[in-house]
């Protein structure tokens, strides 16, 4: 089989900084990986076993790199991309959670995390969460036509719903959706349940790792089989919440 030709369609990205974007590259003759040279813009990922670069890019700047695709027969030439990242504030869109939720396996991590760490992100009570949201299908990102996505926190599987979501709204379209969920860490039941812990405990830090879980109502007109809408949902997420310690 002859060395992997890179389908060189795209070669120009430009992009805000502090924007979440990706690009993955195709190429031909079945590549088993990828290399990058030099290293990914500062706050971007580089995937060697699909080559896609994903994250936002923390410092503006002209960055030119080169992408090349291998497999047991050797190397493609390279594909050289610039990318141009303008300057701009961070804005509350780029504190958000990004998290990937897979419409098959119904996985939810926080992008880039392990799944078997011992949880996936942090909160604190009485603070203001917002995730955006990806949906995949394998490695495909997808829009989901939705009417409703919200978002659950239990402090165990049998255990009461400690906080909920409130507003979302769908931000892009097509392999660029991103659905974007407000949280408010204020339920009188988060606050009782770490109340309820540091009453029993000699740790300054008053904490649990919660399970939270997306769900989602997914149009399925018919004559397609089963109701309209389909409800998904999401294999709980491992989140540790914390007190908030401030002075009253």
């Given at each position: 089989?002859?060395?992997?030709?890179?389908?060189?369609?795209?070669?120009?990205?430009?992009?805000?900084?502090?924007?979440?974007?990706?690009?993955?590259?195709?190429a031909?003759?079945?590549?088993?990986?990828?290399?990058?040279?030099?290293?990914?813009?500062?706050?971007?990922?580089?995937?060697?076993?699909?080559?896609?670069?994903?994250?936002?890019?923390?410092?503006?700047?002209?960055?030119?790199?080169?992408?090349?695709?291998?497999?047991?027969?050797?190397?493609?030439?390279?594909?050289?991309?610039?990318?141009?990242?303008?300057?701009?504030?961070?804005?509350?869109?780029?504190?958000?959670?990004?998290?990937?939720?897979?419409?098959?396996?119904?996985?939810?991590?926080?992008?880039?995390?392990?799944?078997a760490?011992?949880?996936?992100?942090?909160?604190?009570?009485?603070?203001?969460?917002?995730?955006?949201?990806?949906?995949?299908?394998?490695?495909?990102?997808?829009?989901?036509?939705?009417?409703?996505?919200?978002?659950?926190?239990?402090?165990?599987?049998?255990?009461?719903?400690?906080?909920?979501?409130?507003?979302?709204?769908?931000?892009?379209?097509?392999?660029?959706?991103?659905?974007?969920?407000?949280?408010?860490?204020?339920?009188?039941?988060?606050?009782?349940?770490?109340?309820?812990?540091?009453?029993?405990?000699?740790?300054?830090?008053?904490?649990?790792?919660?399970?939270?879980?997306?769900?989602?109502?997914?149009?399925?007109?018919?004559?397609?089989?089963?109701?309209?809408?389909?409800?998904?949902?999401?294999?709980?997420m491992?989140?540790?919440?914390?007190?908030?310690?401030?002075?009253?």
């Amino acid at each position: 089989m002859p060395a992997p030709v890179i389908n060189p369609t795209t070669s120009i990205l430009d992009y805000l900084q502090h924007q979440y974007w990706t690009f993955r590259p195709f190429a031909s003759n079945a590549p088993t990986s990828w290399s990058i040279d030099p290293m990914a813009p500062e706050g971007m990922g580089f995937d060697p076993a699909t080559g896609a670069i994903t994250g936002a890019c923390t410092v503006a700047g002209v960055y030119v790199f080169a992408l090349r695709a291998h497999n047991a027969d050797g190397a493609s030439d390279p594909l050289v991309l610039t990318v141009g990242i303008e300057a701009a504030a961070a804005n509350p869109r780029s504190l958000a959670v990004e998290v990937d939720i897979d419409i098959v396996t119904r996985v939810a991590r926080v992008a880039g995390m392990d799944t078997a760490a011992p949880y996936q992100h942090a909160v604190k009570a009485n603070d203001d969460l917002i995730y955006h949201v990806r949906f995949f299908k394998g490695s495909i990102r997808m829009e989901v036509p939705m009417n409703q996505l919200a978002w659950s926190l239990k402090s165990a599987p049998d255990g009461d719903v400690l906080a909920v979501s409130g507003q979302w709204e769908q931000v892009g379209y097509g392999t660029d959706a991103t659905y974007a969920v407000h949280c408010s860490l204020t339920d009188p039941g988060l606050i009782s349940e770490l109340e309820d812990i540091a009453a029993t405990s000699t740790s300054p830090a008053q904490q649990f790792v919660g399970l939270g879980e997306f769900e989602w109502l997914q149009n399925n007109p018919p004559p397609a089989i089963g109701p309209d809408p389909l409800r998904g949902s999401s294999q709980a997420m491992r989140i540790l919440v914390v007190n908030d310690h401030r002075q009253s």
